[in-house]
């Protein structure tokens, strides 16, 4: 993870103050050992949750990105570009009630295929000090676990749109919901220009109705297997940051028949819903390796799951004032059974220990 640039500038408003000030640094940080530990916390915090969004730059909203392609083709330095970011953002935050302390950190790396760039929204935290003659003092870290919004944008397919006008990947945008005021949030995702260009989602819940039909033309046994191992498989993926790959799961579900899955996942997805023909401009497109032919037909190959939805795949849950309730999916049907029209539950076969708790003087069968 090679880190090209880095650098941060302080931000703060007070909601009673009508002005946001900005405290711009004078020059880029050294790319060091500090500054790539950083950057490589920072990244797993941002692979890891589960708020992400995915898209691109709204054609409506050029601001952020006319900035960004000013700095990519050499028109202004990282440092005027991210100073500039800062003091407009600063500007949009004026005569509003909102909120913001802490630094806004911008860093790029390179990779093999493609240059990204970071943004995050950092806080501080006080915390205690030894120092040289072993005294107390107080000290400022960076509190990681506090970290707010962060967002990557693939340079690489930023640039291929600009010099082709077209949109090569819809995805090249990601925005990470984190830590803090959700109005602060919203504004950098709108002052940024990013819309959403991927529903996860329903994309998720289209893909898991589709493993329940495949489970259920297996025995029962093996049908729970299934499922848990494409549950697990797709979380696993999720966490690293990684795309669920219809290909690499089937392999995992089936090695016997390893393209099983796989096609049962393409023929479902035709059944419903039609498909877009395959455009000569389909045909020159780098992201056609993500999809499957079919005649005149395309489909994706590959899911970015949404965590939320797989979880609650295999297990329901929820809980108010009074009641907290978890149980298997595997459950519903069997040991448990709803009734939509009065919404209700009746459990059998309840937990020894529930039972202890209600019958204290029952004896344990």
Known sequence: MPVTHFITHQINKEMQKPAAMVTATNAEA??????????????????????????????????????????LNDQQSFLSWSKTICEQFADMMD?????????LAFATEELADTDKLY??????????????????????????????????????????????????????????????D??????????????????TEQETQEFLAIVEEYASTLPEEQSIETKTK???????????GETVEFKTLSGQLDSSAPEKFEQF???????????????????????ASNELTHGESVIKTELIPDRKSLKNYLRYSGKNKEVTLSFAATALGSDISFDPSENSLTIKNLPTRLLKQLKPDATES
């Open 182 to 199: 959700k109005a602060i949030q919203k504004l950098f995702s709108e002052f940024t220009g990013f819309i959403d260009t991927l529903d």
């Open 95 to 103: 005569n509003t009630e909102l909120e913001i302390d802490g630094y």
């Open 30 to 71: 050294v790319i060091d050992d500090y500054c790539h530990l950083v950057m490589s916390q920072l990244k797993g915090i941002f692979v890891q949750r589960a708020s992400k969004r995915y898209g691109c730059f709204n054609p409506e909203v050029t601001r952020v990105k006319g900035l960004t392609l000013n700095w």
């Open 119 to 180: 943004i995050f929204h950092l806080r501080e935290k006080s915390n205690l000090c030894l120092t040289a003659d072993m005294q107390l003092s107080e000290s400022r870290v960076l509190d990681f676990s506090n970290t707010g919004f962060g967002l990557s944008i693939d340079l690489t397919a930023l640039k291929t749109e600009q010099q082709t006008g077209e949109r090569s990947i819809e995805k090249y945008f990601t925005f990470s919901f984190g830590r803090g």
């Open 265 to 287: 996942v393409a023929l479902k997805k035709r059944e419903r819903r039609a498909v877009r023909p395959r455009s000569e401009s389909t045909m020159n497109d780098p992201d």
């Open 230 to 240: 494409v549950i697990e498989y797709c979380v696993e993926q999720d966490k690293q």
